[in-house]
């Protein structure tokens, strides 16, 4: 089982990036898709999240800035990052509260490798 982070890079500010996260393995089922960010000294921190049956989560640092989607036949979440200042450069990672195999082997808290975004001013 794998989460893999695409999408990240480096772009002035203002503009805008999309990454993705894909589950890929014999997967069952993903829930709780989510994506963090990590500054250099920083800590993690939450960014974006979907929600079951709900609206997406943000932290007010990126509301009415970023977009958090997902396709679930796909196993794959979006962030759309619009309007990027160079406060959001970071790591950024994705992460699922639960997968569930094929084999109904169950990972909680699965983190991905991240994908860097660089914001220059």
């Known amino acids: 089982v794998q989460l893999q982070a695409s999408g990240g890079g480096l772009v002035q500010a203002g503009g805008s990036l999309r990454l993705s996260c894909a589950a890929s393995?014999?997967?069952?089922?993903?829930?709780?898709m989510a994506w963090y960010r990590q500054a250099p000294g920083k800590q993690r921190e939450f960014v974006a999240a979907?929600?079951?049956?709900?609206?997406?989560n943000y932290a007010d640092s990126v509301k009415g800035r970023f977009t958090v989607s997902g396709d679930n036949a796909k196993n794959t979440v979006y962030l759309q990052m619009n309007s990027l200042n160079p406060e959001d450069t970071a790591v950024y990672y994705c992460?699922?509260?639960?997968?569930?195999?094929?084999?109904?082997?169950?990972?909680?808290?699965?983190w991905g490798q991240g994908t860097q975004v660089t914001v220059s001013s």
């Open positions: 992460h699922a509260d639960s997968i569930t195999e094929r084999s109904w082997r169950r990972w909680r808290h699965y």
């Open positions: 393995g014999s997967i069952f089922s993903v829930s709780g």
């Open positions: 979907m929600t079951t049956g709900g609206s997406p």
